[in-house]
């Protein structure tokens, strides 16, 4: 199995930045896209950004130009940088990453446990 597990939430305010890590852990093959999702309460779980194994990236309208993901293959580690926060940024921030335990293994969805984010003054 992966586990995936996220660190650096927290209470900033308006304006302020954060950075996310998520390290993936736990018998590893390969990792092809990994990303990073948000559920605020009351509303669904969405795509913030997503990054491939050679690092292109796509990101959620709302977020455009104010948050970068990027990745460390060696370590198995994805960040979210996360400049200009909003309140409406505020969710449960969730890791997400494609892999697979070994060459024939299917490939598989895997989750963090999510860390908090909320921004208020």
């Known amino acids: 199995q992966v586990q995936l597990v996220e660190s650096g939430g927290g209470l900033v305010q308006p304006g302020g930045s954060l950075r996310l890590s998520c390290a993936a852990s736990?018998?590893?093959?390969?990792?092809?896209?990994m990303g990073w999702y948000r559920q605020a309460p009351g509303k669904q779980r969405e795509s913030v950004a997503r990054i491939t194994s050679d690092g292109s990236t796509n990101y959620a309208g709302s977020v455009k130009g104010r948050f970068t993901i990027s990745r460390d293959n060696a370590k198995n580690t994805v960040y979210l940088q996360m400049n200009s926060l909003k309140p409406e940024d505020t969710a449960v921030y969730y890791c997400?990453?494609?892999?697979?335990?070994?060459?024939?293994?299917?490939?598989?969805?895997?989750w963090g446990q999510g860390t908090q984010v909320t921004v208020s003054a």
């Open positions: 997400n990453a494609e892999a697979r335990t070994d060459r024939y293994a299917i490939w598989r969805n895997y």
């Open positions: 736990g018998r590893i093959f390969s990792i092809d896209d």
